[in-house]
């Protein structure tokens, strides 16, 4: 990573506080900007001052536009956009509302999110696994292969995480979805991981994510967003004092969204939304996939550890596995108690189809700089 590649992005650090800690933990939460955490307080002041329902009436033109704005980025329509409290609670509201066929199965691949796993069996739903290539990536042909049979032997749902949570994989959600288009199988992304890292607008018929990450949004706010075509075959009911006061342009949607919420939270991200897009959605891609490259030059052939990622692996993830036995999770707290370096120690439970040991998973933000890596090689040597 060059000087001047990470310096061209200073700004992005210079809109944040100070920070007490080297942070290279965004795929657990990135740091938000001093913009969005004004915001946020603002809305909560407000509420403090005018009432609760009043800031919120008075937010909607924040919020709509916000909604629009996300609508663009997980190509659906903004009426086919709510917020929900997380990346999980959307799963599970998609689960509740979706006309799945009594029976069918759900096709993912290795790679998948332990949680999302165990919410599909929570709801009885088998799984299918599509097989992958050599890299972790849905094969296409095995997928549209599965996607061929009759109509009652496809998968009721394929299910895929765009950008996987513990090593750098992205997966092609955009061929995907036209095999699944083409089928009639439904396709739901989770794109916790890839909103604000990679291309989101995949064409998906449900696609989720959470705001903390890659968008630097506040904690505790996520959302759905479904393609027209489904709108009016979801299950969602609502109390007459709800669904009397739905606005009439709005989709079924909107009746999730009118329950109890953290609409500060919804505003800050509505500001954190603004900053990517005044950032520009590609080139914070083009510059996370680099990072994501000089991070694994940085620690490649460092004593001990390897990197459990393809050398070109678009993505800003990257995992290191423990050559020698280290304790993984003592190893994160060791970097951060002494090095004051966050990073995330990854559980078998986050991919237990995939994963066969614990990894260490760095994931820095655009504003990383050589001495950034450097550090943090130096602080893993010191463990050693």
Request: charged fraction near 20%.
């Amino acid at each position: 990573m060059s000087d001047a590649a990470a310096s061209d992005w200073g700004w992005w650090r210079d809109r944040r506080l100070p920070a007490e800690r080297l942070h290279l933990d965004c795929a657990a939460a990135g740091r938000s900007s001093r913009a969005t955490l004004a915001a946020t307080s603002a809305h909560a002041e407000r509420e403090a001052t005018i009432g609760a329902y009043v800031a919120a009436a008075e937010a909607e033109p924040v919020l709509a536009e916000g909604r629009a704005r996300l609508g663009e980025l997980l190509g659906v329509p903004a009426a086919g956009v709510t917020f929900v409290p997380s990346a999980e609670a959307a799963l599970d509201t998609l689960l509740a509302i979706w006309p799945l066929r009594e029976g069918g199965t759900v096709a993912v691949v290795p790679a998948e999110w332990g949680p999302n796993l165990h919410a599909f069996a929570a709801r009885g739903l088998p799984i299918a696994e599509i097989a992958t290539a050599g890299d972790g990536a849905a094969d296409l042909a095995d997928l549209e292969r599965m996607l061929a049979g009759a109509p009652t032997r496809r998968p009721a749902l394929v299910h895929l995480t765009q950008v996987t949570s513990h090593r750098g994989l992205v997966q092609p959600v955009a061929e995907a979805a036209t095999l699944c288009r083409a089928a009639g199988v439904p396709l739901w992304v989770d794109a916790a991981q890839a909103l604000g890292h990679v291309d989101t607008a995949c064409g998906a018929d449900a696609i989720y994510a959470t705001g903390r990450k890659w968008l630097t949004g506040p904690r505790g706010v996520g959302m759905i967003g479904v393609t027209e075509p489904w709108w009016d075959r979801l299950k969602i009911s609502a109390s007459d004092l709800i669904a009397d006061s739905r606005p009439a342009d709005s989709s079924p949607l909107w009746l999730i969204g009118a329950t109890e919420d953290n609409v500060a939270a919804q505003v800050g991200l509505c500001t954190a939304i603004a900053e990517y897009l005044q950032a520009g959605p590609a080139r914070v891609a083009d510059r996370l996939a680099e990072v994501g490259r000089q991070t694994r030059q940085a620690l490649a052939g460092l004593p001990g550890w390897e990197v459990a990622d393809p050398p070109d692996a678009p993505s800003a993830i990257v995992a290191l596995r423990a050559a020698n036995g280290q304790d993984i999770p003592r190893t994160r707290a060791r970097l951060l108690d002494e090095h004051g370096i966050v990073v995330t120690a990854g559980a078998v439970t986050r991919a237990p189809r995939d994963m066969t040991e614990p990894l260490l998973r760095i994931s820095p933000h655009v504003d990383c700089t050589p001495e950034d890596l450097a550090q943090l090689r130096q602080a893993l040597l010191a463990l050693a």
